[in-house]
């Protein structure tokens, strides 16, 4: 769905394992929990209407998406979600934004 955003996003493995989408800077970040699995969203800034986001409203670098099996993923709201981060990123990043 991330590489479906954009057709600048790429895929990298960084911290040795763990697979990040980056264009112009950090998009999200997949880590897999025993139950569940974690989508970091690297921008803090991005509204997030459909409530996708249920961990780490109060991070200040990233909030995190929990997704267990059988979950449905609103792909349509998850899409503009990613799409968001996205924007930022090229117009600077999310830090150069908030000043």
């Known amino acids: 769905m991330v590489l479906a955003a ?3 996003v790429e895929e990298a493995i960084k911290r040795s394992v763990q697979p990040y989408f980056v264009l112009d800077g950090n998009i999200c970040a997949l880590l897999a929990a025993k139950s569940h ?3 970091f969203i690297y921008d803090p800034t991005v509204p997030d209407p459909a409530g996708l986001i ?3 409203h ?3 670098t990233a909030k ?3 997704i267990r099996e059988g979950d449905s993923i609103n792909t349509e709201a998850m899409l503009a979600l990613i799409r968001s981060v996205i924007a ?3 117009a600077g990043g999310w830090r150069r934004l908030a000043r």
């Open 58 to 60: 109060d991070n200040a």
């Open 54 to 56: 249920n961990q780490g």
């Open 64 to 66: 995190a998406i929990q």
């Open 6 to 8: 954009d057709e600048g």
């Open 37 to 39: 699995v974690n989508v």
């Open 88 to 90: 930022n990123n090229k």
